[in-house]
Antibody, heavy 120, light 107 residues
């Protein structure tokens, strides 16, 4: 069974930093690209970032470009998101998500999410 | 950036009725559109991929149609467990984008 488990969320001050992790199991992690998607409280879904299976390609949403960095360690089956220069509007549940069966950009697996709260 | 506009924002129907949800793209996304269901307190789950294909294990009462800029998710014979917010998502162009969601309520 494929599982994605996020961690690293918490309360951080505006301007601060945080590193999120997502550990994958039940799949050959190194074969799949991965993504981060976030959801502000009571709001809709927002795609944040993509990383290819070999880390050669990375993409970001406009709202996080230059502040967030996605990375992965295939030896540890782990995906990361470094969040810098945090703003109040970055407060959200952050999900890691992957497309395994229906195309890499169609997300058939999601973690349960980790909550990031940015205080002002 | 491709903007996906979902309508209506909220849909209130009785069990057994048909739900019709719309997703309109600001430019063509071909068939590269997916639908997700998010139940309260849960992560989203994939329903439909490439506009009209049901994901594994999705009941036949869920169907998708459309191409280009206009897409529809239909739930035939609504059941109480279908209470959720439904999102569309395009993978045709970077950045990937989601619609704002349609909340389906049971009368």
């Amino acid at each position: 069974e494929v599982q994605l488990v996020e961690s690293g969320g918490g309360l951080v001050q505006r301007g601060g930093s945080l590193r999120l992790s997502c550990v994958a199991s039940g799949l050959t992690f190194r074969n799949y690209s991965m993504n981060w998607v976030r959801q502000a409280p009571g709001k809709g879904l927002e795609w944040v970032s993509y990383i290819s299976s070999n880390s050669r390609a990375m993409y970001y949403g406009d709202s996080v470009k230059g502040r967030f960095t996605i990375s992965r360690d295939n030896a540890k089956n782990s995906l990361y998101l470094q969040l810098n220069s945090l703003r109040a509007e970055d407060t959200a549940v952050y999900y890691c998500a992957g497309g395994l069966w229906f195309g890499e950009l169609t997300f058939d697996y999601w973690g349960l999410g980790t909550l990031v709260t940015v205080s002002s | 950036e491709i903007v996906l506009t979902q309508s209506p924002a909220t849909l209130s129907l009785s069990p057994g009725e048909r739900a019709t949800l719309s997703c309109r793209a600001s430019q063509s996304v071909s068939i590269y559109l997916a639908w997700y269901q998010q139940k309260p307190g849960q992560a989203p789950g994939l329903l439909i991929y490439d506009a009209s294909n049901r994901a594994t294990g999705i009941p036949a009462r869920f169907s998708g149609s459309g191409s280009g800029t206009d897409f529809t998710l239909t739930i035939n014979s609504l059941e109480p467990e279908d209470i959720a917010v439904y999102y569309c998502q395009q993978r045709s162009h970077w950045p990937l984008t989601f619609g704002g969601g349609t909340k389906v309520e049971i009368k």
